[in-house]
Each structure stands twice: as C-alpha cells, then as structure tokens.
C-alpha cells in the first residue's frame, strides 16, 4: 500500500498546488496539502502511518479538486 499511496499522495500534490490563490477554496486546500507534505515525508522513510489516515487525505484531496474544478466552471 505504501507505494501505491505515495504515488497518489504525490500526484494530488502536484494538482492542489495549481489550485489558484483566488480560489475559495485555496486555504484550506493548502492546509492539506501541509498534511499530506507530512505523511509522503512519513512514507518516503518508511515510518508507518493508518491507513484510514492516508484514505481520509486522498479523500479531501480529491475533493478539494472537484471544488476547485466546480468554481472554475462558474
């Protein structure tokens, strides 16, 4: 599971990045992105993290670019 989420982790890291400034939801998208900068530091040494904790992450991540998308549709 570690690689697997770690690559997905990375990758929503790399979108919620993008998500602008002017965004409504830009604060809290960097907010989990802090989180999610903590947990790929854990994975990447091998420290073991819940994997509901890493679940809960991608959620929000995937979440946070659904809102980002919807707002820019707007």
């Avoid at 770690?6 to 929503?12: A, I, K, P």
């Avoid at 992105?33 to 994975?43: C, Y």
């Avoid at 420290?47 to 549709?73: D, F, T």
């Amino acid at each position: 599971m570690n690689d697997e989420s770690l690559r997905t982790l990375q990758f929503l890291l790399s979108r919620l990045e993008r998500i602008s400034a002017d965004s409504v939801v830009a604060h809290h998208a960097s907010g989990v992105r802090g989180a999610m900068l903590r947990t790929v530091e854990k994975l990447e040494n091998d420290r073991p993290i819940p994997s509901h904790e890493v679940r809960r992450l991608v959620e929000s991540g995937y979440s946070l670019l659904q809102r980002a998308a919807e707002e820019k549709v707007r």
